[in-house]
């Protein structure tokens, strides 16, 4: 059975940094393109950032462009996000994912894994 299991979540001030990490277990996912999404309460999940199975391709929300950078180490069936200047509206929960279709992360379909979540709370 594939578990996706994040970590790395807390509680930071405004312009600090963590970094989120999704450690996959069950089978390797090197083919796998994986993302992260979020849902801020009372809002819906939205898609944050997204890289290919090889590492090569990476895309990004507007919104954190220049402050997060995603990135794996399939070794270790591990992926990360790097947040950085982090703001009060990246106050959410954070879920990974993994889909065989990198072009579908974005849109949030055909996504065949996805993890519990862990809480970023950012203060202000």
């Known amino acids: 059975q594939v578990q996706l299991v994040e970590s790395g979540g807390g509680l930071v001030q405004a312009g600090g940094s963590l970094r989120l990490s999704c450690l996959v277990s069950g089978r390797t996912l090197g083919t796998y393109a994986m993302g992260w999404f979020r849902q801020a309460p009372g809002k819906e999940r939205e898609f944050v950032a997204a890289?290919?199975?090889?590492?090569?391709?990476?895309s990004t929300v507007d919104s954190v462009k220049g402050r997060f950078t995603i990135s794996r180490d399939n070794a270790k069936n591990t992926m990360y996000l790097q947040m950085n200047s982090l703001k009060p509206e990246d106050t959410a929960v954070y879920y990974c994912?993994?889909?065989?279709?990198?072009?579908?992360?974005?849109?949030?379909?055909?996504?065949?894994?996805w993890g519990k979540g862990t809480l970023v709370t950012v203060s202000s």
């Open positions: 890289i290919s199975w090889s590492g090569t391709s990476r």
């Open positions: 994912a993994a889909s065989t279709s990198l072009a579908s992360l974005p849109i949030g379909v055909n996504i065949d894994y």
